[in-house]
């Protein structure tokens, strides 16, 4: 798949999900695509995660994504399935507007219920577009990579220091460096490449021209 000249949708639940799911990969592709990036809740019913719009805003700064291209939304948190279909109209809003040719959304494995409900409206919204599902590995059980994009050394530091930029949660195992660094050296291993981010195929759509 060629990443170039594109317009690349990132679409995540909640604040990190994206950075955790595919930072590598976003910093790697960034130079040469148009990113949006959008989060469909900000956590703010949590009177704990005050601290967590300042810091999903800085996370991304590190990856190189200016905040005009962030999109923060205040769809309610662990309440998806009451609002799955205000959640497809919005989605089906940022088609129009935005005519991404590729989405990354939350893995089919995922069983955090607004994380299914993300896909599930991507998958309904985006028809027609190539949609590949990205693995944050609290709430997904199952998943095996069989789309691999190599990053280099630089994409993964990246990942890991915008990771660090969330000071909330500092201690969720999650966000454990060497447990970052070993699924992209295994990806890495899998794709015969130093390192790699790993995501599946939810849907492919390609097209073949005649020379």
């Given at each position: 798949?060629n990443f170039f ?8 639940a909640?604040p990190d999900?994206i950075?955790?799911?595919a930072g590598?990969f976003l910093?790697?592709v960034?130079p040469r695509?148009?990113v949006?990036c959008l ?6 019913k ?9 810091e999903h805003?800085?996370s ?5 994504v ?14 998806f399935p009451e609002?799955?279909q205000?959640?497809?109209e919005?989605l089906l809003k940022?088609?129009?507007d935005y005519?991404?040719?590729l ?5 089919r494995s995922?069983i ?6 993300v896909?599930?409206?991507s998958l309904?919204?985006?028809r027609?577009?190539?949609v ?5 590995v609290?709430?997904s059980?199952g ?9 280099t050394r630089?994409?993964m ?7 660090a ?5 500092h201690d969720?195992?999650?966000f454990n460096e ?12 899998l794709?015969?490449?130093?390192y790699?981010?790993?995501f ?5 759509v390609a097209d073949y021209?005649k020379n």
């Amino acid at each position: 798949m060629n990443f170039f000249g594109k317009r690349i949708l990132f679409v995540g639940a909640h604040p990190d999900d994206i950075e955790l799911g595919a930072g590598a990969f976003l910093h790697h592709v960034l130079p040469r695509n148009e990113v949006l990036c959008l989060t469909l809740s900000d956590n703010q019913k949590n009177p704990t995660l005050k601290n967590i719009i300042a810091e999903h805003y800085a996370s991304f700064k590190v990856l190189g994504v200016p905040d005009e291209k962030v999109i923060l939304e205040k769809f309610e948190t662990r309440k998806f399935p009451e609002q799955r279909q205000d959640i497809l109209e919005y989605l089906l809003k940022v088609r129009k507007d935005y005519q991404p040719d590729l989405v990354l959304v939350h893995t089919r494995s995922d069983i955090h219920q607004d994380h299914n409900v993300v896909t599930e409206e991507s998958l309904r919204a985006y028809r027609g577009t190539t949609v590949l599902g990205f693995d944050v590995v609290r709430s997904s059980y199952g998943f095996f990579p069989h789309f691999l994009v190599g990053v280099t050394r630089e994409d993964m530091e990246k990942k890991i220091e915008a990771l660090a930029e969330y000071k909330t949660y500092h201690d969720k195992y999650y966000f454990n460096e060497e447990l970052l660094r070993s699924t992209m050296v295994r990806h890495g291993a899998l794709a015969e490449k130093q390192y790699a981010e790993g995501f599946d195929i939810l849907r492919i759509v390609a097209d073949y021209y005649k020379n």
